[in-house]
């Protein structure tokens, strides 16, 4: 079976050098990648920029923001069976970049952003699809709301707050909703582990 993984925090540009972006490492994202690997699956990674070598084995495609992600992830999905977005893909892009880096005389830079493509929600229905849910509050309520909402078989959340898992550790503590409202939480354990 083919699995597409998502991973990282893309990188929206405002200008040649400036970018909007989350705290995401990709850590999880390339665990879930080798877990599936190491289960004998066909892995295709989609990931945004991190500092994280390419995992043997895996087919890595590397993208910088949510148009992108949603190109490729798209693309890798008409031949797969499993889609999983670990990805922190941004909710919104600024809706104007600047062809030249902007200056910094001025005191102010108002940015309006626009809301980015929700790539869970256009992937096809014969996928198994699982999504991450990255949360600062209401764990269980905010999970289950987005697992409604974009249809999903699985949810992965987290609390971001939390400082002995999250963004940047090697080490996670998560609550798994299935589509029949089961949970499960999980220990803090290693990310692979998680995976």
């Not at 990648?33 to 699956?41: Q, S, V």
């Not at 499993?82 to 970049?97: C, F, G, K, N, R």
């Not at 971001?160 to 220990?187: A, C, H, M, Q, Y």
Request: contains cysteine; glycine residues 6%; charged residues 25%.
């Amino acid at each position: 079976y083919t699995m597409v993984v998502s991973a990282g925090g893309t990188q929206e540009p405002m200008d040649p050098v400036r970018v909007v972006t989350n705290r995401s490492s990709g850590k999880m994202g390339f665990a879930v990648a080798e877990a599936g690997r190491d289960r004998g699956a066909k892995v295709v990674l989609v990931t945004a920029p991190t500092a994280i070598p390419d995992p043997i084995g895996v087919d890595v495609r590397r993208i910088s923001n949510a148009h992108e992600m949603q190109d490729a992830v798209l693309l890798a999905c008409k031949s797969a069976d499993v889609l999983i977005m670990a990805a922190a893909v941004a909710d919104y892009h600024p809706s104007s970049v600047t062809a030249q880096k902007r200056k910094s005389s001025s005191q102010r830079w108002l940015v309006e952003m626009v809301k980015n493509p929700d790539i869970l929600r256009e992937a096809p229905p014969h996928l198994v699809k699982v999504g991450f849910a990255a949360e600062t509050e209401n764990l269980q309520e905010a999970a289950t709301a987005k697992l409604l909402a974009k249809h999903l078989d699985l949810i992965v959340a987290n609390d971001v707050t939390d400082p002995t898992g999250g963004f940047g550790s090697d080490n996670n503590k998560v609550l798994i909703v299935d589509r029949d409202g089961t949970t499960e939480e999980l220990p803090l354990m290693s990310k692979y582990a998680v995976a």
